[in-house]
């Protein structure tokens, strides 16, 4: 009985052990990743940097704060060169530097000719890694960012209006249950350091994902992921999101406006998410029913063609 005994101990004394090393052990930070299509002989290089965060990472009550930081990156001046300066350099190569911002990731994306490629990375590379944070420039998209909330979206787009009406009712006190340039009172308050807070905690190694494709030349790469490596190491942990509050019945909300058509958003939440296996499937039932534009679709026909009227 004894010699049990002292097995048992010996046993829970390994297992012991094991629980204290595997818990000290350190886990090494996600790499920068890369997704690469070299293509010999095309002219033009494209550049896809994925950052995995998005408006859903946004503070309470400082929704708006990821778009206006990537704004700053994509729409400011870097330590080196301000905004007109760039402006002026990217003019002449028929260049630009453009984002994205989702709800759980953006995308920055730029297209140049070989022939520029050299002189178009130095000035991307720095408005990424180094950017400028500018007083002005932060005023100046600030402000732009309120002039869309208030003015363009409610008062220009209709359609795009009734899709963000349709989204707050479905992701009400929801990560995703708000515009990812924010709201009118969350802007507001916004400021540079809440920008550069922002910028420091999630501009970081792990959650880029940097895509080239084109005729670069073959050491374009490493060059790339050398410079990128320069930024901190780390990643954002992935959001562990709630389920969406269920419609009870039919629920509608109407924005009285004075217009000449009427735009009508309907939908309502699924869990099914690219993970699922029924995921292709719907994709293919929403294809036959009623995708956006394509011809062969039923809605299409019955609203397009026999009606002459729009849908998506």
Not at 167 to 174: A, G, P, R, V, W
Not at 293 to 304: A, E, M, P
């Amino acid at each position: 009985m004894k010699s049990i005994y002292r097995r048992l101990i010996i046993i829970l004394l390994i297992l012991g052990l094991s629980i204290v090393f595997s818990a000290c052990v350190k886990k090494s930070p996600p790499p920068l990743r890369t997704e690469l299509l070299p293509v010999d002989g095309n002219p033009f290089v494209s550049f896809r940097i994925l950052l995995k965060v998005g408006s859903a990472h946004d503070p309470i009550g400082k929704e708006g704060l990821c778009y206006l930081t990537l704004s700053m990156l994509a729409n400011g001046g870097s330590q080196t060169l301000s905004y007109k300066e760039i402006q002026n350099k990217f003019y002449p190569m028929a260049a630009s530097l453009r984002v994205q911002v989702d709800k759980e990731m953006s995308v920055f994306t730029g297209t140049i000719h070989i022939d520029n490629l050299e002189k178009y990375y130095q000035i991307l590379k720095e408005m990424l890694l180094n950017p400028g944070f500018r007083e002005e420039d932060f005023i100046r998209l600030k402000t732009n960012q309120l002039n869309f909330l208030e003015k363009t979206l409610v008062n220009n787009m209709d359609e795009q209006f009734g899709q963000e009406i349709l989204n707050l009712m479905l992701y009400e006190d929801h990560p995703y249950g708000h515009h990812e340039a924010g709201t009118v009172e969350s802007v507001r308050k916004l400021t540079l350091e809440d920008v550069k807070n922002f910028y420091r905690t999630h501009f970081v190694q792990g959650n880029i994902i940097i895509g080239l494709a084109g005729g670069y030349p073959a050491d374009f790469p490493d060059k790339v992921v050398a410079d990128f490596s320069q930024l901190p190491e780390g990643e954002t942990p992935q959001l562990q999101l709630p389920p969406p509050r269920q419609p009870q019945g039919l629920e509608i909300m109407i924005a009285e406006k004075k217009t000449p058509a009427t735009a009508i958003s309907m939908g309502f939440p699924i869990q099914i998410t690219k993970a699922d296996d029924d995921f292709f499937a719907l994709w293919i039932a929403q294809a036959h029913f009623g995708e956006h534009r394509q011809h062969l679709s039923w809605l299409f026909q019955k609203i397009r063609e026999e009606r002459g009227q729009n849908y998506g």
